[in-house]
C-alpha cells in the first residue's frame, strides 16, 4: 500500500516509521525545515520537504497513485484541506485526519473528512470510562456503518438489577456482548443474573440507544 | 447589507473601512485584539462611533464567528493570512450558515483554481499582481522595441496604479 503522511510531529513520524516496518511504501510531508531535516536524519528519502496542502507538492509525492492520505499536522484547518483535496480532486476514499482541538470537529463532519482522530477525545472517553460521572459511556461509534458498542453502570434503582439476560426483553438490533464485575470481564448467557454496580457492555444500532438506556438506567 | 470579514490585516481593514463608508453595517473578527487599531487609520473616531463592529476571536470557533454576527451576514470575506484557514471557514460560512455571498482570499493560484471549480469565490492576489506586473512588462517591453531596442523602461512601466496592492 502507498500512504502519504502529511505533519513530520511526534504522531507523524512514529506513524511513518511503523508503516514502513509493516512494509508499506510511505511518504512523509514536513513544510518546517527544522522538523523535514530531522525526519531526513532518521527515514531518508521517505521525508519530502513542503507544504502537504499545496497542490504541486502533493503531486510531487504521487498523490495520484496514493492508496491513503493521513494528515496529522498541529492545524485543523491544515489536515481539513489536505483530506478534502485528497478525497475530491483526487479520489482517494481512504483518508485519515486527526483533529487538534475537539471543538474544530463539527467542522471535519461538516466538510464529510472521516474518519477522524482526535487524542484529546480518545483520553476524554477514556477518562470516563475510568471515572464515569454519568452511567453511559460510549466505548466504540462506528458512524458510517451505523454501530455502537455502549457501557452501561448498573445503579442502585436499576430495574434490571436481580434479573436475568434472559427474562430481559432487549429490543431489536441491540445485544449484550460483557459485563464487567469486580473488574473481570465475562461473557453472560442467558441466566447470567445482574448484580448492582455492573458494567454492561452491549453493541447496538445508535438509533436504540434511548430504549436500551431506558431498559438498564434508574427506574 | 451585513458584511462580515475574517481578518483584519491591510486587506481586511481596508475593506472594511471603506463599506462601512458606503454604507453597509460591517463587523470584523480577528484573533489579535491589536488589529483594532488598523481599522481606525484615517478615521476621525473610533471604529464602534463610525459605526462599526470588532470581535476577537477564532475564526475557527463558531462561537466567535456567531458572536461577530455570521447568523445575520449577507456576505462573508475571508481575509485571514492563512489560505486554508480562509477555505475552511468560507466553506463553513456557505454550508453551515447559509451566507449569501461568500469570498475567500487565497494567496496560492492553485488551490485558488481548484476550490473556484468548486463553487467558492476566490480571490487570488497572487494571480493578480502576477498578471499586472506582466502587463507592465510587456508594455515595456513593446515601448523599447519601439524605440529601437536601447534605453529605459520608460516613466509608464515603472506603474503609479500598481502600487495600491494589498
Redesign the interface.
Known sequence: MYVIVAGAGKVGLNLTRELIGQGHEVTLIENRREQYLAAEQLLEHNVLYGDA????VLERAGIERADMVIAVTG????N??ICQ?AK??YGIDRIIARVN?P??R??FD??NIKPVVSATELILRLLEHEVPHHNLVHLLDLEEEEIEIIEIRLGSKSTVVGRTVGELNTPDNTLVIAIIRDGRGVVPNASTVFEEGDDVLAVLDPDREEELKQIFTDA | MFLLIVGCGRVGSSLARSMLDEGHTVSCLDEDPESHARLEVGLDTTWEEAGGQFTVGTALETKALEEAGIIHADAFVAATNGDNTNIVISQIAQRRYEVDTVIARILDPLRAEWYREQGLRTICPTKVAVEMLEDKLRGAAGSMQAEGGSGEAGPEASGSEAGEGS
Open positions: 496542502s499545496e497542490i504541486w492545524d485543523d484547518e491544515d481539513i484541506l483535496v475530491e480532486k482541538n471543538s474544530n463539527a467542522h461538516l466538510l
